[in-house]
């Protein structure tokens, strides 16, 4: 947290020259901090000298991309003069033509939030005034309504980012209050004018990676929280199945030395307390969704410090066309919008992710089965006596977990592969990132659903053995323990059979809460 509370003065995100983190961006997003502008003279010479470089280019006729011309394969119609103030309207409203669900609330505040990080660096050409109005919407509560749908990801994400555009402007629709309300309303409703867009303000806006790097710092935080919920998952399903705590030592893993799949190992190892009571199952060996969970899970947790360093450098970064070096007076035309690293983080944290899943849905039928599962009822049923042969438990579940899975094993082909030619082949080539970063949000989501499945399942299973006198509470870790007891306190025993669908979504959403208390956060 030191690198977060080192951006912050007052409650507030300071935005600026200073680098920002994804916990940032994610506390903007959830609307645990406000936003604040750096204010020192040097920070606002830098920002002021760009726009006025550009007024001093277009009083000397000067040619800039965007500015004085159309864009992408138009860059060759030159626009006159008298009417080159209207080029930016045009180019947020023919861009109003995105399909698909909205993104939601807190992914709107996010994309706003990474796009004024790109501006505020200085290097693009904007006015402060334009900083302010962002700043003010995102403190107001005033986000954009987006649609997901309509960006291969280079030239940047230009249809969803027009949408941030159109609401600073008093344009389409913004949520606020809860509401889908017009914008020019709610910017009334704040006290604030619609900003008239100068030459290079709308391209600004839209020219860049900001939707696609918004839904990585989202994504991933989600992902790291999952890999230690199925650490504490795995340890849940090694007790109830009688495992072999053996297959986690200290040693062991100490020959095979990739430092997150270690620290997974030794989070399950100290869930499982080896050092106090070694469990030596009957079995040599446990089958391989228990014994090799640390090297399945280990993979996302090794991967994700080059995935923070991808994301957080694209989050800081100037990624527009043509680059406004104002104090330097140059234009700099280039493809700081192309998402590339943004895409193959998310081509890669939804392959790891999707593991995740396939390796509960594993663990989840181990625990169901009797043929597997050493002792415990079928689909771990709690009924007893006369009332066995009338309930099936966890059964229904499991094959929701099946699908699940199959679905997000489905969205992991990569998605920055299927580069299109678009707009008269100028934009050539292009990354998908935001298609990629969709698809892993999508894949994270349905993984969560496994989790919380397998949760549930897990500690019922861990129940069920204890009433059997064959594990005692009193060898439990109390990181276990108090698992156990925050699911049971969320959660009624499953006897009788009934419909799980509103616990399973109450668990979701306690996970995408980071509410389950892992290892990782004693």
Known sequence: MNEVQSNMKSGNVIFGDNK?????????????????????????????????????????????????TGYG???????????????????????????????????SRAIMAARLASLSKGMSGVRWELLEQLKILINSGVSPVIPQE??????????????????????REVYYKDEMIPANEALAKIGVRPITLKPKEGLAIMNGTAVMTALACIAFQRAEYLSRLCARITALCSLALKGNSN???????????????????????????????????????????????????????????FMREMIENELNSANDNPIIDGLGEHVLHGGHFYGGHIAFVMDSMKNCVANLADLMDRQMALLMDSKFNNGLPNNLSGAINERKPLNHGFKAVQIGVSAWTAEALKLTMPASVFSRSTECHNQDKVSMGTIAARDCLRVLELT??????????????????MSQNELCRTTLSDEVSKTYDEVFANFELLTEDRRLDNDLRKFVDKIQAREWTTYADR
């Not at 983190?21 to 609307?31: F, H, K, Q």
């Open 150 to 171: 309509g960006s291969v990801g280079a030239s940047g994400d230009l249809t969803p980012l027009s949408y941030v555009a159109a609401a600073l402007i008093g344009e």
């Open 448 to 465: 969560e659903q496994v989790a919380a499945a397998s949760l549930m399942a897990s500690v019922q299973g861990l129940h069920l053995r």
């Open 73 to 107: 394969d138009s860059c060759t119609v030159n626009v006159p003069l008298d009417i080159v103030e209207e080029l930016p309207l045009h180019l947020t409203r023919f861009h109003g033509c995105g399909l698909g669900d909205f993104f939601s609330v807190s992914q």
């Open 247 to 305: 297959h986690f030592d200290d040693i062991l893993f100490s020959v095979k030395p990739h430092k997150g799949q270690n620290q997974v190992a030794e989070w399950i190892r100290n869930d499982l307390h080896h050092e106090h009571h070694p469990r030596n199952s009957s079995r040599l060996q446990d089958r391989y969704s228990i014994r090799c969970a640390p090297h399945i899970i280990g993979v996302l947790r090794d991967a994700l410090p």
């Open 20 to 68: 920002l983190s994804i916990e940032e961006v994610n506390l903007i997003a959830e609307n645990q901090a406000k936003v604040a502008l750096n204010d020192s003279a040097e920070y606002r010479n830098k920002v002021d000298a760009g726009s006025e470089f550009l007024e001093k280019l277009l009083k000397e006729d000067g040619v800039i991309y965007g500015v004085t």
